[in-house]
């Protein structure tokens, strides 16, 4: 038997709105129908095939934790152990013998060997540690005519340009104020900037 009835529903396919007979019609018509059939499938596969990367990435993560464990575990590592202890390669490991920073032994042809107290012994060396490059600041004073430059000033004492000097004040942000036309400037930020500048061309 037909049905008479006519209800508007929006495909989840299109999203386009059409009259459909029943009330759990999903899709415009057949063509959108067989899309989305595909587009779910494909999507499914998708998600499965990520869900299989993630594991085997998992696994072969549970095998590094356990191979660095193992080589932990030893008293006398090899190179290609050391390397794998730190995270860095082999490379690293030969400049690091070479260069004194790591004691090792060497008892043939590719039988060098690096004691693992050797390799705690790094952290332990305060030449290897990262220290923080302290910053150099400069105290700030209220700013006055005898503690400033003019840019006029500057120019005619320094053989530079008007425009380098304003590039240098906002590039550095030196400290500066106006008064009527005459702009002034950090004796001592400027003094700073050039000489540090110069520096570098030498």
């Not at 050797?118 to 700030?140: C, D, S």
């Not at 500066?176 to 500048?197: N, P």
């Amino acid at each position: 038997m037909s049905s008479n009835i006519s209800i508007t529903r929006i495909c989840e396919h299109c999203s386009k709105e059409f009259t459909a007979k029943t009330t759990v019609t999903r899709f415009c018509g057949d063509e959108c129908a067989k899309r989305n059939y595909k587009f779910r499938r494909k999507n499914a596969k998708q998600q499965k095939m990520q869900g299989k990367i993630e594991v085997s990435n998992k696994q072969t993560q549970a095998v590094r934790d356990i191979s660095k464990n193992q080589v932990w575990d030893k008293e006398f590592l090899t190179v290609n152990d050391a390397a794998l202890v730190l995270g860095c390669s082999g490379k690293a490991i030969h400049l690091m013998i070479t260069a004194g920073r790591l004691k090792a032994i060497n008892l043939g042809v590719r039988k060098t060997r690096v004691l693992r107290s050797e390799i705690q012994r790094l952290f332990e060396l305060p030449a290897l540690a990262v220290k923080p490059v302290p910053k150099v600041t400069l105290e700030e004073e209220p700013l006055t005519k005898d503690n400033c430059y003019t840019v006029e000033y500057i120019t005619s004492s320094l053989g530079v340009t008007r425009d380098s000097v304003y590039s240098m004040v906002n590039r550095k942000k030196i400290p500066k104020f106006q008064e009527g036309k005459e702009i002034y400037v950090s004796k001592k930020h400027i003094d700073r900037a050039y000489r540090l500048m110069r520096g570098g061309e030498k």
